[in-house]
């Protein structure tokens, strides 16, 4: 039996967490990331975006205040991916997280993106990324997709920002 495909209109809308701290999260989408807060409800959850989309994160304490990171080696969410418009926008990224003294986990070229990893307050893995215009990005001799994974040139993109 073969799946149908997927309408390719078809996104994901946000990602919601479960937090130990609601002020430590926003501390870090609100102001570090430059998320902007859109509802809040009371002090066990707030909703962010860009661009005044109702919201692209949701962060909750409901069933985790003051809770731990999952351990390694357990399942869960691997990282939230957080996509920005171009190269200079990825740029203001990094500034803001080196200014925070948030240390990386990673920094790839992707071929088709470029990612910064890093980790929010809560232990759950941030993905900063652009992607490449479709033209560039890497093919097979099929015509595939091609992906890989290469050392990103962090001060060349910080060059992009000016910074």
């Keep these: 039996?073969?799946?149908?495909?997927?309408?390719p209109r078809v996104r994901i809308g946000h990602v919601h967490l479960k937090v130990a701290d609601l002020e430590r999260s926003l501390g870090f989408y609100r102001d570090i990331l430059g998320l902007q807060l859109t509802q809040r409800f009371g002090d066990s959850a707030a909703f962010l975006s860009a661009g005044g989309?109702?919201?692209?994160?949701?962060v909750n304490t409901w069933e985790s205040l003051g809770g731990t990171p999952p351990p390694p080696g357990h399942t869960?969410?691997?990282?939230?991916?957080?996509l920005y418009p171009d190269r200079p926008s990825l740029a203001d990224a990094l500034r803001r997280v080196q200014r925070a003294g948030i240390p990386l986990d990673g920094a790839a070229d992707h071929g088709v993106?470029?990612?910064l990893y890093l980790r929010d307050p809560?232990?759950?893995g941030v993905e900063l990324y652009c992607d490449r215009p479709e033209s560039q990005w890497p093919r097979d001799e099929a015509g595939q997709i091609a992906m890989f994974t290469r050392h990103l040139d962090l001060a060349s993109l910080l060059a992009e920002h000016g910074s």
């Excluded at 989309?53 to 949701?58: F, K, P, R």
């Excluded at 869960?76 to 957080?82: K, M, Q, R, V």
Aim: negative net charge; glycine residues 8%.
């Design 1 to 7: 039996m073969q799946a149908t495909s997927i309408d």
């Design 53 to 58: 989309y109702h919201h692209h994160l949701g």
């Design 76 to 82: 869960g969410l691997f990282h939230t991916a957080i």
């Design 113 to 115: 993106s470029e990612a």
């Design 122 to 124: 809560d232990q759950n």
